[in-house]
């Protein structure tokens, strides 16, 4: 997938992933890997919320898809909407290189013991 993450904190997580090998038939930025970076950035920040000996399970994602790409890179940032003990909700924007909303995402983690 080529995702760099450039942040990780409970409430916030950045990071990128190149459109290159990452496209449908057609060219496209492939829906789905939009979906992989966006539940990668929440889920990492909802791991660190959840501290040590904890980890975060994802519950539910959605993904609405507002334009296409064809090159360059998608920047995702996820801001968490609900820190909670056991759970953690995220909203995720994906934006192309001129900051035009790609896809927006919600993913919400179940937060458990490692054991």
Not at 24 to 32: D, F, I, K, S, T
């Amino acid at each position: 997938m080529g995702i760099e993450i450039t942040e990780v904190a409970p409430a916030r997580a950045v990071g990128r992933m190149p459109v290159t090998g990452n496209t449908q038939p057609a060219g496209l930025l492939h829906g789905g890997a939009s979906a992989v970076l966006a539940e990668t950035l929440a889920s990492l920040a909802a791991t660190a919320h959840a501290g040590p000996g904890r980890l975060a399970v994802g519950m539910d994602l959605n993904a609405t898809h507002h334009r296409s790409m064809r090159s360059g890179w998608v920047t995702g940032t996820a801001v968490a909407l609900h820190l909670g003990s056991r759970v953690a909700a995220y909203e995720i924007v994906l934006e192309d290189e001129s900051q035009r909303r790609v896809c927006t995402s919600r993913l919400t983690c179940m937060l458990v013991d490692s054991r």
